[in-house]
């Protein structure tokens, strides 16, 4: 368990807070590319580490994240025009660049050089993956671009989406790299007691630090015979998880992902993510599932909240319950397991009290995590950089393989899951090429 005062520290992301000014350190995040399609659209709110902002595209194509509100009387700058490079605020008129120059004041005297002294907050940001990604900390201690495998995957090799969770962003994550409740919140057919997760369903659960974050084996034991089943992990600094997605064999794997991002302390946006390391595209199922399909049952006019949601119990239905799945809350192709995981982890409040949970044997990676990210708001208090800000992320690979009793998976999978070895689908060699 987390006593009061550390529970309180790692759940608040606000400005100025200790995890809010470590988390500030790494590329977020922000939108989807489609949110802001062109020059000159319609400006979109965003709402990140406690930041109310707006994001818009001006009319050369760069892009700006600035404050919402306008330094001159408060208004929200979501009204603004967006136009000859600029965000215009609508009430007196001040003009805003992408970096956040104030460059016209019509509101003013010619002669007035005011506007000179005047500029609103501004982040920087990049598209990569179809996102588009901030930096909100010192720009003295930008990172590197965030050039996860899956974000330099060609279009047609990957699906990103977003939804609303309303919780805390710790929740989210604590519950990701819980890989123990799949044998049991995410069992969806109670009659196949064949699969691994459910012949096997207390695995051992081994962590493996590194300098970005950390491995992490769940080892499910099957019979001396058969060996072990063990799902390979890897969690990236501050809220990135890789999860194995297909591939139990010698085809080549998808690999699936997400990402936690604190809105507020109270909500948090989940970025899920899917690529291939094939050299033919995403089948259209796979994009369906993980990518495509979300929008179906996902309000993008209503901040990203899924249809199902607290509101409804998501859509939980007993009589399934009792016959067809562990949970009875809903898990179809449009929402996948998602929606279990969000129902669950927001039924435990929008914070949870970590002073009266009581941790058990396979929750290791739970405490490493909370040790990694408490050990970064030290770091970054004492002026150093945090885990993961570096690029040595770039390569890594998460992996599900039946392996022999007395194999470990981290010798028999080292080259798979750290140095990008077996796998080298075509587009991965153009990147290579091209100096991607």
């Known amino acids: 368990m987390l006593n009061f005062k550390d529970n309180q520290l790692l759940a608040q992301t606000g400005p100025g807070t200790p995890m809010g000014e470590a988390i500030r350190r790494y590329w977020l995040p922000a939108l989807l590319s489609w949110e802001l399609p062109e020059p000159d659209c319609t400006p979109v709110r965003v709402k990140l580490l406690g930041e109310e902002l707006i994001a818009f595209k001006d009319t050369d194509g760069s892009i700006g994240l600035i404050d919402n509100y306008c330094p001159h009387r408060r208004a929200s700058m979501f009204f603004g025009r967006n136009e000859e490079c600029g965000l215009r605020c609508v009430y007196h008129g001040w003009k805003f660049d992408v970096n956040g120059n104030c460059v016209d004041m019509p509101s003013e005297p010619a002669e007035s050089n005011f506007k000179d002294k005047v500029k609103i907050a501004s982040y920087p940001c990049m598209e990569l993956g179809g996102v588009i990604w901030t930096y909100m900390g010192p720009p003295e201690t930008q990172a590197p671009p965030p050039q996860f495998e899956w974000a330099r995957a060609p279009a047609t090799h990957r699906a990103v989406n977003k939804v609303l969770q309303e919780c805390n962003w710790l929740q989210g994550l604590e519950g990701g790299v819980d890989s123990v409740h799949a044998s049991w919140l995410h069992n969806n057919d109670l009659a196949n007691t064949t699969k691994f997760e459910t012949r096997s369903a207390a695995p051992r659960i081994e962590v493996e630090p590194t300098d970005y974050g950390y491995a992490y084996g769940s080892v499910r034991h099957l019979s001396q015979e058969e060996g072990n089943f063990v799902r390979a992990y890897q969690y990236i600094m501050p809220f990135t998880q890789l999860r194995p997605d297909g591939g139990r064999g010698e085809e080549a794997p998808s690999i699936g992902g997400h990402m936690w991002v604190p809105m507020d302390d109270e909500n948090h946006m989940v970025w899920n993510f899917i690529y291939g390391l094939g050299d033919e595209p995403l089948t259209e199922a796979q994009k369906y599932k993980n990518g495509d399909a979300a929008y179906e049952v996902i309000d993008i006019h209503n901040g990203f909240r899924c249809i199902w949601n607290g509101d409804n119990d998501y859509g939980i239905d007993r009589e399934v319950q009792r016959t067809q799945t562990f949970t009875g809350i809903l898990a179809d192709a449009r929402v996948g397991a998602n929606l279990q995981d969000r129902g669950i982890q927001e039924s435990m409040g929008q914070l949870v009290d970590r002073t009266r949970e009581h941790l058990a044997t396979t929750d290791n990676g739970i405490i490493a995590t909370r040790r990694m990210l408490l050990e970064a708001v030290r770091t970054v208090e004492d002026g150093g950089s945090p885990?993961?800000?570096?690029?040595?992320?770039?390569?890594?690979?998460?992996?599900?393989?039946?392996?022999?009793?007395?194999?470990?998976?981290?010798?028999?999978?080292?080259?798979?899951?750290?140095?990008?070895?077996?796998?080298?689908?075509?587009?991965?060699?153009?990147?290579?090429?091209?100096?991607?």
């Open 387 to 436: 885990k993961g800000v570096n690029p040595s992320y770039h390569k890594v690979r998460s992996l599900q393989r039946v392996l022999p009793v007395e194999a470990r998976w981290q010798d028999a999978m080292r080259g798979v899951l750290f140095d990008g070895d077996e796998y080298k689908p075509a587009w991965l060699a153009d990147l290579t090429t091209q100096g991607g």
